[in-house]
């Protein structure tokens, strides 16, 4: 697609966008790492198991840490990928393009706050080990308000971002920025997300389809920061 075919496109600023798609592209090879780490490893934190939670993380801890450190690389990424999605789309809907990237951006702090309470857990996962039979029990209370706090934490967190994205997506087909099948199947993708986070509410071990619901929405976003990055503008679209 060239800028020249659509008005709207021509108030895109290019340089903007193609750093749109590198950090999307970013956020999500973050994700992907810290889901290799979680899924296999048993990583992912069931309150309803503390003793189980706190013994897997005991047996993995430098790999629990890495994969929360991956958690806010990618959670940093999506936070400027929401001020510069706003740069390069200001000039199409102004408002619109505020709306979704505060969504996004709001949803990227949630979660950075979120992580922060996971490596709370690390620490207290070490004490632990060691500690006697009442001291575990008192552990294992703490542990499991912090990680239901933290459960809602990235479920907000996650669907925030998800509903930005999907205001842009609107936008976006819309002005016929994107292709209209790959902003049907954005808006499909979109809702599949935010279902994906209701499973793990009514029981917790299903976690992991959470996860599987979760992964179309990320294909979608892969593709959609390839066509960011390899859009096409003339050089008026990087100028205001």
């Given at each position: ?8 496109m021509a108030k895109v600023e290019a340089r ?20 290799a780490l979680v899924i296999p490893n048993n ?39 929401a001020g510069s999605l706003f740069l390069g ?152």
């Amino acid at each position: 697609m060239t800028i020249k075919e659509n008005t709207a496109m021509a108030k895109v600023e290019a340089r903007n966008v193609k750093l749109s798609g590198i950090l999307w592209l970013g956020s999500i090879v973050s994700v992907i790492c810290s889901l290799a780490l979680v899924i296999p490893n048993n990583l992912a934190l069931n309150p309803l198991d503390m003793a189980g939670t706190f013994s897997a993380i005991n047996q993995h801890p430098q790999l629990h840490i890495l994969e929360l450190v991956f958690d806010e690389i990618s959670n940093l990424l999506t936070l400027l990928l929401a001020g510069s999605l706003f740069l390069g789309f200001r000039r199409i809907s102004p408002t619109s393009a505020l709306m979704a990237s505060l969504l996004i951006a709001t949803g990227a702090i949630v979660l950075i706050i979120h992580d922060m309470d996971n490596f709370t857990i690390t620490w207290i996962a070490e004490s632990y080990k060691n500690s006697g039979v009442t001291d575990k029990l008192i552990l294992e209370k703490i542990g499991y308000s912090m990680i239901l706090s933290a459960k809602w934490g990235v479920t907000i967190g996650a669907n925030c971002i998800v509903l930005g994205v999907l205001l842009y997506v609107f936008l976006w087909a819309r002005k016929q920025v994107i292709p209209k099948i790959l902003g049907y199947v954005g808006v499909f993708c979109c809702l599949v997300a935010i279902l994906a986070s209701i499973p793990y509410w009514f029981d917790f071990s299903l976690e992991e389809l959470g996860y599987n619901l979760y992964f179309p929405f990320m294909i979608w976003e892969i593709i959609i920061g390839i066509w960011f990055f390899r859009l096409n503008t003339p050089t008026g679209g990087d100028h205001d």
